[in-house]
C-alpha cells in the first residue's frame, strides 16, 4: 500500500511538473508576442483563416500556415537582439499577405533600396504602425491601400508608413506627439520611436492627414550604420 501512494505521489509530481513547464512556455509566448506588439486578434483570426481555407483550397492553406510559422518564430525570438531592413520587410511582408488573404479589396507596396538591406534596425518596430494602419483603416473603406517607403538622402535614412484611409484626428496626432517622452505610455507608435531612438543618434516623427486624405506615419532617422 506504501508503494503505491509513493507512485501515486510520485506521478502526481510528475505530472505538476509537467503543468508548471506548460503555463511558464505559455507565458513566455504570451509575454514575447505582446513585446512584438502583435494583436492577439491576427493569431485568432488568422488559425480560423487556415481553417475555413483548409475546406476548400489545400495549397492557400499552406501557404497561411508557412507564413504564420515564419512570423511567430521571429516574433518570440529575442527582440532585443538587432535585426536587418531586409529581414524585417520580409516578416512584415508575411504579415500583410495574410492580410490580403483575408481581405479581398485589400492591397499594399513595399519600396526599399538595397543599399540600405543590411542596416541594423530594432526587430519589428515598423509593425505597430502597420497594425493601425489596417485596424483604424478597415473601419473606413475596404479598398485599404498600405504603403511603405524607405528612403535614404544623404545621412538620412526614413521610414514612412501611409495609407489611403485617412482616419487620423488632428488631436490624436497632438496627443501621439506630446507622449513621446513619457515614461508610461504604451502607444505602438511611442514605443516604436523609443526603440528607434536606441539605434540612432537622432530620430524624428511626424504624423498627419495630407491633402489626397492619406494617414502616414513618418520617422526620419540620423547616425547610420553599416551603409
Not at 2 to 24: P, S, W
Not at 111 to 133: G, H, M, R, S, Y
Request: proline share 3%.
Amino acid at each position: 500500500m506504501a508503494e503505491k501512494i509513493n507512485n501515486m505521489l510520485y506521478e502526481l509530481d510528475q505530472l505538476h511538473q509537467k503543468m508548471l513547464t506548460i503555463e511558464k512556455e505559455k507565458w513566455i509566448f504570451e509575454r514575447k508576442m505582446l513585446e512584438a506588439q502583435f494583436n492577439p486578434h491576427f493569431l485568432y483570426n488568422t488559425l480560423e483563416t487556415i481553417k475555413i481555407t483548409s475546406l476548400m483550397d489545400a495549397a492557400l492553406t499552406q501557404d497561411l500556415i508557412q507564413n504564420l510559422t515564419r512570423i511567430l518564430r521571429y516574433s518570440i525570438t529575442d527582440l532585443e537582439k538587432e535585426t536587418t531592413i531586409c529581414q524585417d520587410l520580409k516578416i512584415i511582408e508575411d504579415y500583410l499577405i495574410i492580410h490580403k488573404i483575408r481581405f479581398e479589396h485589400f492591397s499594399y507596396d513595399i519600396v526599399c533600396p538595397e543599399t540600405v538591406d543590411n542596416q541594423p534596425i530594432p526587430k519589428l518596430f515598423l509593425l505597430p504602425l502597420v497594425e493601425n494602419a489596417i485596424k483604424y483603416g478597415m473601419q473606413y473603406r475596404i479598398d485599404l491601400h498600405i504603403d511603405i517607403q524607405i528612403t535614404l538622402e544623404a545621412d538620412s535614412l526614413t521610414f514612412l508608413v501611409k495609407d489611403n484611409a485617412g482616419g487620423l484626428t488632428k488631436q490624436e496626432r497632438l496627443a501621439i506627439l506630446d507622449s513621446l517622452e513619457s515614461p508610461h505610455t504604451q502607444h505602438g507608435i511611442v514605443n516604436s520611436y523609443k526603440r528607434l531612438s536606441n539605434f540612432f543618434s537622432d530620430v524624428q516623427l511626424d504624423l498627419g492627414v495630407n491633402h489626397q486624405g492619406e494617414t502616414w506615419v513618418k520617422f526620419i532617422t540620423k547616425g547610420l550604420t553599416h551603409v
